[in-house]
């Protein structure tokens, strides 16, 4: 008598990819892994230089507000913020979440941080990465049977071309 099972294999099939890095600009579509959007908008609101209260002997650091909209709060998306130059090359990066945000009046999440970059003179903006950080499941090599598929693009970082 010969046993068959339907759907096993002994050799897992795993494979990981990464998703392509979309534009940046001061207001974006979140876009999944799959560069699907979900109605979620995060945008920079406004930036400034100047001391942080806690560090103001360290000098000037790059201090901006943002807000998502179309998501709840408690959990969501999360992006790459960056000062850029001119050249909308990236000077400092880091993922602001939605669920480090305050809801307001409006419906719409707020927050402010703070990037300290080497040379805040040369600070023209600060944009936005619209790729959520907040999904990267398991790689091929942490899990060869559950993990794999398509991940969020290399945090963007000091250098990179926006």
């Not at 974006?28 to 002997?57: C, I, N």
Request: charged share 25%; net charge negative; hydrophobic share 30%.
């Amino acid at each position: 008598m010969i046993l068959a099972v339907s759907g096993c294999s002994s050799s897992w099939v795993c494979t990981d990819t990464t998703a392509k890095r979309g534009g940046a600009s001061v207001k974006v579509q979140v876009e999944d892994t799959y560069g699907q959007r979900h109605g979620v908008t995060a945008e920079v609101v406004d930036w400034r230089l100047e001391p942080h209260p806690q560090v103001p002997s360290e000098g000037d650091r790059v201090h901006f507000t943002y807000r998502f909209d179309g998501t709840n709060g408690t959990s969501g998306p999360g992006v790459d913020a960056c000062a850029v130059d001119k050249k909308r090359v990236a000077l400092l990066c880091e993922t602001i979440y939605s669920t480090q945000t305050r809801q307001q009046s409006d419906g719409a999440l707020t927050g402010d941080d703070w990037l300290a970059v080497e040379d805040p003179g040369q600070v023209a903006g600060v944009l936005l990465i619209p790729n959520d950080r907040s999904y990267d499941p398991r790689t091929c090599d942490q899990d060869i049977k559950d993990g794999g598929g398509t991940h969020p693009p290399k945090p963007a970082g000091k250098g990179d071309q926006l």
